[in-house]
């Protein structure tokens, strides 16, 4: 079983676009996924047309049972919510005494070997939930936009990547560029950058395309919205990569 978070990101970068399709992708692919949203936004459920009325939260909190707290999305991709519950879990969290970044580990200890892969959606920031993510993890893909990365930025985060990491054992495995947009000329040099550092770390970025922004209104993947975007393309790519790498 391994255990991949989507995290390490700023907002709005693609983290949520990137867990769904993902697990979509594997999930086509016949293998069990359980999509974990371990954001107050619960987007993951939007992004799946879906309003599940349980989830994470209820989970830690013990009013549901592990099976019970899941929702099968599509055949094979189960979802364990988000939502603004999880607000109150952290607090929880934070009030513990004792080993507080190993409750989403503990809460999450009737899955294992359960699921072929378990995807974790994530807060953008840093907060009491993200430790424990990385606490579970053992890998982690983190998107990052080419819209906003510059050369510039590109040194601050690394810097802030560098911090988080003597947090987690988990490792970046995938190295996401998102939102690439060959038309302009800096997203090329910020991905030479990239690769630079993180050579074979570095995927294949996802494109900028219209039809991955629209797919979530419609409560679809982009594999089921529309299959032969190259939003489809880049995820398929993605999910080659993430099963290849061992
Ligand atoms: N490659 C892309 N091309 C065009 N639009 C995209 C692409 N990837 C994501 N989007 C859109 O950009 C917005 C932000 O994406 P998403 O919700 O995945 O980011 P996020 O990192 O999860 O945000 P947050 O930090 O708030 O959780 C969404 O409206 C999404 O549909
Ligand atoms: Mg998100």
């Known amino acids: 079983?391994?255990?991949?978070?989507?995290?390490?990101?700023?907002?709005?970068?693609?983290?949520?676009?990137?867990?769904?399709?993902?697990?979509?992708?594997?999930?086509?692919?016949?293998?069990?996924?359980?999509?974990?949203?371990?954001?107050?936004?619960?987007?993951?459920?939007?992004?799946?047309?879906?309003?599940?009325?349980?989830?994470?939260?209820?989970?830690?909190?013990?009013?549901?049972?592990?099976?019970?707290?899941?929702i099968e999305a599509r055949e094979g991709l189960y979802l364990l919510a988000g939502g603004r519950k999880l607000a109150e879990i952290k607090n929880l969290i934070a009030r513990k005494d004792i080993r507080p970044e190993m409750t989403l580990t503990e809460a999450l200890e009737p899955y294992?070997?359960?699921?072929?892969?378990?995807i974790l959606d994530t807060s953008p920031g840093w907060d009491v939930m993200t430790v424990n993510v990385l606490f579970y993890a053992t890998e982690i893909l983190s998107p990052v936009s080419l819209e906003v990365l510059t050369i510039i930025g590109f040194s601050d985060f690394l810097k802030s990547l560098e911090s988080i990491q003597k947090y987690s054992s988990a490792d970046i495995n995938f190295m996401l560029p998102t939102f690439f947009d060959r038309r302009i000329s800096q997203p090329g040099e910020v991905l030479q950058q990239l690769n630079e550092y993180y050579k074979d770390k570095l995927c294949?970025?996802?494109?900028?395309?219209?039809?991955l922004s629209e797919a979530p209104g419609h409560g679809q993947t982009i594999f089921e919205y529309s299959p032969r975007s190259t939003g489809a393309e880049d995820y398929t790519l993605l999910t080659e990569r993430v099963v290849n790498v061992k």
């Open 204 to 211: 294949s970025p996802i494109r900028y395309n219209i039809r």
């Open 1 to 70: 079983m391994r255990k991949i978070a989507v995290s390490l990101s700023k907002g709005g970068v693609g983290k949520t676009t990137s867990a769904v399709n993902l697990s979509a992708g594997l999930a086509n692919r016949g293998y069990k996924i359980l999509l974990i949203d371990c954001d107050t936004q619960g987007q993951a459920a939007y992004y799946l047309g879906l309003k599940p009325e349980i989830g994470l939260a209820e989970l830690i909190e013990d009013k549901v049972k592990p099976d019970n707290a899941l």
């Open 112 to 118: 294992n070997d359960k699921f072929d892969f378990i």
